[in-house]
Structures are given as C-alpha cells and as structure tokens.
C-alpha cells in the first residue's frame, strides 16, 4: 500500500510532443482514483510515468514518500493490467500467474500458497489449468488481474482494462475490480476514456486534456461544479449547455450573464474570483432547464429531438441574432414544435460561470 505523489510532472517525447504538463496530483494511500479523458491526453503517459516505463522528463513522482524518478520498474513494486491483458498463450493460468513469482525467486511453497489465495480470492480456482486461449475475455481479464495480484504490489495500475469486454460484462468486472480495490485495500489508478466508466467507478476522478489536469473531484461535483467548459463538455450525455454572453455587474454589486440579449440575475458569489465584466462562458444543465410561461426567458424552439422517454429541446433566444441555442432536457409527453416561442425557466443556482 502507497501514496502516490507527482510533483510538476512534465513529459515530452523525443519528437517534440508535449503529452504531459506540471501535474501535480496526490492519490492517498488505499484510494482509488480515476483518470479520464479522450483519445491522446496523457492518461497512458501518466500511467508508464508512474510504472517506471517512461523516463520522468521533468518534476517529481514519490511513491510512499520515496523518489521514484530513479527506480526501475521493478523496484517500485507497481503492477500494471494493460487493455490487452498481455497473458503467456503458452502457459497455463496457473503458470501464468506463477510466472512474476518465480521471476522474483520465491521458494516453491510460497508461490503455490500465493498463486492459490490470488486464485481463490478471483474464483480462478476451476481454471487453473487452462490455456489463455480457452477463456471467455472475461475470464482473461480476471487472470490479468490475478497476474497483477499476485505479487501484492503496492500500487495497482490498470490502463482501460475493459475495453475488450462487451457492454453487459464491462459493467460486471468493473464493480468487481471496485469491490476487490475496495476489500484489498491497494492503491489503484484506473484509466479509461469513457466519462460514464469513470463516473460510475470513481469515488475520485482527475479529468486530462491536451495533458493538462482539468480538475479532481468526486462525480457529483465534477458534474454540478465542472471547473473548466472541457470538463462541463466532457462529462454527461448531452453535456452541460455553454453559452457564450456577457458578465454585467450592477452598482449595488449584483450580477447577471445573459442569453442573446436577455439577463439572467445570479447571486455575486457564484463568480469565479478575479472575473469582473464583460465576455464570459457559462454553462447550465439541460435538465436543470424548465419550459414554463413565467421563466425569466423566451425563446424560440430550433430543433426538437423526441426520444420516447424524453424530448430534447433546442431553444435559440428570441430577437436576437445569436446562435446561442440551449438544449433542454423535457419530458417524454413535451410537445414543443420549431417554431414555438416558450417561456424558459434558469435555476439560478444551476449556472455555472467559468473565468475563461
Ligand atoms: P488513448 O486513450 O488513445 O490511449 P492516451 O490519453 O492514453 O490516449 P497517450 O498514449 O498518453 O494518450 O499519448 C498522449 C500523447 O502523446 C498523444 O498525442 C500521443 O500521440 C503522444 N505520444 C505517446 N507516446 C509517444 C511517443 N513515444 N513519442 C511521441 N509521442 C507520443
């Protein structure tokens, strides 16, 4: 069991590439921490980073307190699952997870003892004696694991290690790798790039882009308070409407952002520090949207999308040359038409103002 620290970790590769960015995140010692982002942000490099399989081009990485920059892979006692699981298709489960046991010079007895409590603690037991190759991916997937296991790593690693599985098992092994995180105790920093895997896992989730931290923060706030227009873009399906307005401050210090050319009055403090006036994004959930006459809004329906169980409603403000459109999340029954011009209703405290 470790901590894990980096401290203004930076990579480039050879060729110029800048994959990673003054990281700087702690995983406490027994935690599991998601990171998530799309295709190409750093979440591999962080993880090889972290494994010792990529040199640390700049910062610090400490595992447990010690400094890692300078250890080998196998000094840090870190065990990785990759996508592809990387089993032997030679040698059978039990040998498979043998293997970094013996690699490691332990006695006989120790490893059958180690290899029999991974197996039971996994419900390999009635596969110990098959190939790879006579294993549903499921079942692979749990001997990865095993592999992984076995060796008691202080820290747990696993880079998308569901994505071969179909959708029905995904979610089966993921709460099973919560639930054996959880009864292990072990560290454990899981990448994937699927928002909904991360949300459901994640008692804490970091989000990377263009290999910089967007934010860490466990899913409902990462989810009512993203800290950054990716974040809020990134994270639920359809994502959080970002509006691009104006700040207007009154002289009694009251605040509103606007939509087209129509305010919508928010409490001062909700501003991030150091944002005055002038342009602004903000953001607001399209379930948190209401269509009823006496909303502080009106607009005029563009698109209307029915999905049986709900509708969404695309709303551009009215007299105005914006293209500003909101989505709003309304019933299955709504039966708004383009066209319509609607009443909207803001919750005030469903809006986000981001500084940049
Ligand atoms: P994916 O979800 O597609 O696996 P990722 O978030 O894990 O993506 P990384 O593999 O960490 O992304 O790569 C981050 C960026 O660094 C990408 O733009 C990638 O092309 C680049 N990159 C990765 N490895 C190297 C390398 N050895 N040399 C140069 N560029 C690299």
Known sequence: MAEVEFRSVGKTFPNGHRALWELNLTIADGELLVVVGPSGCGKSTLLRLLAGLEEIGEGEIRIDGRLANPLTPQQRNVAMVFQDYAL?????VRENLAFPLQMRKLDKTAVARRVADTAAMLELGE??????????????????????????????????????????????????????QKRLGTTMVYVTHDQVEAMTLGRRIAV??????????DPQQLYDRPATPFVAGFIGNPPMNLVRGMLIRGEDGSAAVTWGNQPIALPADRL????????TTWGVRPEALVLSESGQLRG???????????TLVHLVPEASSADAALIVRAGGLCRARPGDCLGLQVPEEAIVVFAV
């Open 127 to 180: 596969l110990l004696e098959r190939y790879p190759r006579q294993l549903s991916g499921g079942q692979r997937q749990r001997v990865a694991m095993g592999r992984a296991l076995v060796r008691e790593p202080s820290v747990f690693l696993m880079d998308e290690p569901l994505s071969n599985l179909d959708a029905k098992l995904r979610v089966q092994v993921r709460s099973e790798i919560a639930e054996l």
């Open 88 to 92: 032997y298709p030679n040698m059978t």
């Open 208 to 217: 990377l882009h263009q290999g910089r931290l967007q934010q860490v923060a």
């Open 300 to 310: 005029v329906v563009r698109l209307v999308e029915y999905l049986g169980h709900e």
């Open 272 to 279: 991030p520090p150091g944002l005055v006036r002038g342009e």
